[in-house]
């Protein structure tokens, strides 16, 4: 597509159940990113993905949160056993390689009640 | 101290002012700088990007950096509703996305 794409755009789920977000990045870009954005807070680094490379997971907050990429193209976000401060949005972004300028999408807002 | 201090606004003007947007940083290992425009219910848009000290000029926006002073600002002028927005700043001490800081962001509104 033309943009990044992610899914679903909003997601109300109960504390302690598991969530699934979904980033579809730009065609050809090999790096990808996931960020979170709370209220009154700047965006929070949680994972990189460059290619085939192993990702840079040194953002994640806790192990209850992973990522994988499949075939180098989309991504999935999953949070286990979530919990009220896990309410955010979050944000995928993508670029054509490391160190360009990347392109967001227009993220996934999670309420956790 | 945050790493990345922001005015969060909002900050309301009259359109066709002249608005002055700032950031002030610690890390003065910090020389990769970015400015983002970002609408309601949408993901940030890369606006201005800059590299050490100096002034960069697109259209209505100038992006200032004072590395002596740890201060960037967002200039825009003529502005209008459109620019109603809140505005992020980032910066990194490499071209890395992973390690770009971000600012809480200010939120502007332009008054037709």
């Known amino acids: 597509g033309a943009g990044v794409s992610q899914s679903p755009s909003n997601k109300v789920t109960e504390k302690g159940k598991d969530v699934e977000l979904r980033c579809d990045p730009i065609s050809g870009h090999t790096a990808l990113y996931w960020y979170r954005q709370s209220l009154g807070q700047g965006l929070e680094f949680l994972i990189y993905?460059?290619?085939?490379?192993?990702?840079?997971k040194s953002g994640l907050p806790s192990d209850r949160f992973s990522a994988e990429r499949t075939g180098g193209s989309v991504s999935t976000l999953t949070i286990q056993r979530t919990q009220q401060e896990d309410s955010a949005v979050y944000l995928c972004?993508?670029?054509?390689?490391?160190?360009?300028?990347?392109?967001f999408g227009s993220g996934t807002r999670l309420t956790v009640v | 101290q945050k790493e990345v201090e922001q005015d969060p606004g909002p900050l309301s003007v009259p359109e066709g002012a002249i608005v002055s947007l700032n950031c002030t940083y610690s890390n003065s290992a910090f020389q990769y700088f970015m400015w983002y425009r970002q609408y309601s219910r949408k993901g940030p848009e890369l606006l201005m990007y800059?590299?050490?000290?100096g002034n960069k000029e697109d259209g209505r926006f100038t992006a200032q950096v004072d590395k002596s002073s740890k201060y960037i600002s967002l200039f825009i002028r003529d502005s209008q509703p459109s620019d109603s927005a809140t505005y992020l700043c980032?910066?990194?001490?490499?071209?890395?996305?992973?390690?770009?800081?971000f600012g809480p962001g200010t939120r502007l509104s332009v008054l037709p």
């Open positions: 993905f460059q290619g085939n490379s192993a990702p840079d």
């Open positions: 800059t590299y050490s000290s």
């Open positions: 980032a910066m990194s001490d490499d071209n890395y996305g992973q390690n770009f800081v």
């Open positions: 972004a993508s670029s054509p390689y490391r160190g360009s300028g990347y392109t």
